[in-house]
């Protein structure tokens, strides 16, 4: 019993070190405690927005000859979110299959208000290509703005910029641009969708 219960305090002192929270000590002696803000703000519930589940419409760029004279491939999917973090964010699950319902892709995001910075922290998680991202997202013009650098199946580098706009109850949009060039061109609309509320709540 000793060494369980040893093994646990071992685990749980390496998650504490591991996520740079303070110890008692440490804290009260730095005064840090007492400025600790638990309380989200106001803007912690921009993107409560997404909260629910999400009906898609999935629209790629056209590549290639073929898909310009026949059309892209028609994508669907579900996008479904909860709130998360006591408040200050946001936890969403994007799933996008064909037309037969094979899968195509399934990201999990985690979405944090950082107060001091005055801007959103989105943690991305792609489940079949095994690869995490982030990126800064911002509220502006009634709608939500991020930027991110990525890498194409290729290996290609490029930066990606999104805009979530048309956001109603019942709707919104989202529009990915990407650029191959540092951001001195960029090929818009190389990804859309188009998201229809189906349910006023997820289940996960």
């Given at each position: 019993?000793?060494?369980?219960?040893?093994?646990?305090?071992?685990?749980?002192?390496?998650?504490?070190?591991?996520?740079?929270?303070?110890?008692?000590?440490?804290?009260?002696?730095?005064?840090?405690?007492?400025?600790?803000?638990?309380?989200?703000?106001?803007?912690?519930?921009?993107?409560?927005?997404?909260?629910?589940?999400?009906?898609?419409?999935?629209?790629?760029?056209?590549?290639?000859?073929?898909?310009?004279?026949?059309?892209?491939?028609?994508?669907?999917?579900?996008?479904?979110?909860?709130?998360?973090?006591?408040?200050?964010?946001?936890?969403?699950?994007?799933?996008?299959?064909?037309?037969?319902?094979?899968?195509?892709?399934?990201?999990?995001?985690?979405?944090?208000?950082?107060?001091?910075?005055?801007?959103?922290?989105?943690?991305?998680?792609?489940?079949?290509?095994?690869?995490?991202?982030?990126?800064?997202?911002?509220?502006?013009?009634?709608?939500?703005?991020?930027?991110?650098?990525?890498?194409?199946?290729?290996?290609?580098?490029?930066?990606?910029?999104?805009?979530?706009?048309?956001?109603?109850?019942?709707?919104?949009?989202?529009?990915?641009?990407?650029?191959?060039?540092?951001?001195?061109?960029w090929d818009e609309g190389f990804l859309t969708i188009d998201a229809k509320r189906s349910a006023a709540t997820a289940e996960r």
């Amino acid at each position: 019993m000793r060494h369980h219960s040893l093994i646990a305090r071992t685990a749980l002192a390496a998650i504490i070190a591991a996520a740079s929270i303070p110890s008692t000590a440490t804290a009260q002696h730095s005064g840090a405690a007492s400025s600790l803000v638990t309380k989200a703000p106001t803007e912690a519930t921009q993107y409560e927005f997404m909260l629910g589940t999400w009906s898609l419409t999935v629209t790629p760029q056209a590549v290639g000859l073929g898909q310009k004279i026949h059309g892209v491939p028609k994508l669907h999917g579900t996008w479904k979110a909860w709130r998360a973090l006591d408040g200050w964010g946001v936890q969403d699950e994007l799933r996008i299959v064909d037309a037969s319902g094979n899968p195509m892709a399934l990201s999990l995001f985690v979405r944090v208000y950082d107060a001091a910075a005055k801007h959103w922290v989105v943690s991305a998680t792609d489940a079949y290509h095994g690869k995490a991202t982030s990126s800064v997202a911002e509220w502006k013009d009634g709608g939500m703005s991020s930027t991110s650098e990525g890498t194409d199946p290729g290996g290609k580098a490029f930066l990606s910029r999104v805009r979530i706009t048309g956001i109603t109850p019942t709707a919104f949009k989202y529009t990915q641009d990407r650029s191959f060039d540092g951001g001195k061109s960029w090929d818009e609309g190389f990804l859309t969708i188009d998201a229809k509320r189906s349910a006023a709540t997820a289940e996960r």
